[in-house]
C-alpha cells in the first residue's frame, strides 16, 4: 500500500492553500494506477477538510482504493467501481 502524508504538504507549520496546491500540480498521480493509497493526516496539525477533498479527487481518477487513517485502523473512503474500468 503507498501511503500520501499529509505532513509533506506543510508550509510554516500549516497547511497553506496556496502552497498546498502547487505542491498537489506537482504531484505525478499516475505513479499511483491501480494501488491502493493511505491518505495519513498530520498528528500535530489540523488539517482543513478541502485539503483531503482535493488529495481524494487526484487519486479517484487512478487508484483501486483509497483509505484514511493510520494503517491499522484505516478506514475505506473510496473503491474503483469494477463496472467503469
Known amino acids: 500500500m503507498e501511503t500520501i502524508h ?3 504538504f506543510l508550509h510554516e507549520g500549516l ?4 502552497v498546498f496546491r502547487e ?3 506537482q504531484i505525478d498521480w499516475v505513479r499511483y494506477r491501480g494501488k491502493r493509497v493511505l491518505i495519513r493526516g498530520c498528528a500535530n496539525v ?6 483531503f477533498l482535493i488529495i481524494t479527487a487526484h487519486l479517484a481518477e487512478h ?3 483509497i483509505y484514511f487513517g493510520e494503517l ?3 478506514v475505506k473512503i473510496f473503491v474503483k467501481d ?3 474500468q
Open 72 to 74: 491499522r485502523s484505516a
Open 63 to 65: 487508484v483501486e482504493r
Open 23 to 25: 505542491k498537489v500540480a
Open 82 to 84: 469494477s463496472h467503469t
Open 46 to 51: 489540523p488539517v482543513p477538510t478541502w485539503a
Open 15 to 18: 497547511i497553506k492553500e496556496k
Open 6 to 8: 499529509l505532513d509533506d
